[in-house]
């Protein structure tokens, strides 16, 4: 797997991390780490769509961070697992997945 997409999967790992801070963060240290993570995942996406494909950035970053905040909400959260929910999240997954394997990637040459 190329650097960029593991940079790319990072930074939908923190983009989970804020959404859920967003939700349920109270304290001053929460918030904090909800701005870190903020911080982190918009530097990561933003670096690894400078070699990659934006769109294709875009909606991995995007469909990563949607399927990981509703998993976490149902893991950590007790939030009520629902077949439907869950056959969507499959569905966008699956798009995520294929938008991946169909994607050239371009060769960047580095200064």
Known sequence: ???NWVIVF???FFEVIWVIGL???TSVWEWIVTLIAIIISFTFM???SAKLPVGTVYAVFVGLGTAGT???EILFFGEPIRFMKLMLVSTL???VIGLKLVTNEV???ED
């Open 93 to 95: 997954l699956i798009g």
């Open 10 to 12: 990072i930074a939908s």
């Open 1 to 3: 797997m190329n650097r």
């Open 107 to 109: 060769k960047v040459e």
């Open 70 to 72: 509703i998993l976490a």
């Open 46 to 48: 933003i670096g690894a």
């Open 23 to 25: 939700k349920h963060a």
